[in-house]
C-alpha cells in the first residue's frame, strides 16, 4: 500500500538545484507528486509511493544537491490520494 510524505526543508535549499535534484530522485525511487519553492525560503516536497522509497527520499533530503544546506526538515505521513502521474517541479501562480 502506497504512502503520501510532505517534507518541508529549510536552509540554503534554494538557487542549490535542490527542486532538480529531488525531481532526479523521487523519479529514480519510483515516487510521484511534486516539488516547489516556498515564500519563506524553504522547499516543500509533496511524494507518493512504497514508504521505503519515501523513506529513502527523506533520507536524501537531509542533505540534498552539493552546494545546499539543510538547516532543519518538517515531515509528516499522510494518506496516498493516488492524484499524481509522475513526480515534478510544481510552480506557484
Known amino acids: ?6 517534507i518541508i526543508i529549510a536552509g540554503e ?5 535542490f527542486r532538480a535534484g529531488t525531481v532526479s530522485e523521487a523519479k529514480k525511487l519510483k515516487l510521484t507528486g511534486w ?4 515564500e519563506d525560503g524553504s522547499v516543500e516536497v509533496m511524494a507518493e ?4 522509497a519515501l523513506e529513502s527520499l527523506l533520507d536524501w533530503c537531509y542533505h540534498g544537491p552539493e552546494g545546499a544546506s ?3 526538515i518538517e515531515y509528516r505521513w499522510l494518506d496516498a490520494s493516488g492524484e499524481f ?3 515534478s ?3 506557484d501562480k
Do not use: W
Open 70 to 72: 539543510v538547516s532543519s
Open 85 to 87: 502521474g509522475d513526480f
Open 89 to 91: 517541479v510544481k510552480y
Open 49 to 52: 509511493g512504497e514508504r521505503n
Open 13 to 17: 535549499v534554494q538557487g542549490v538545484f
Open 35 to 38: 516539488v516547489r519553492n516556498t
Open 1 to 6: 500500500m502506497d504512502s503520501r510524505l510532505q
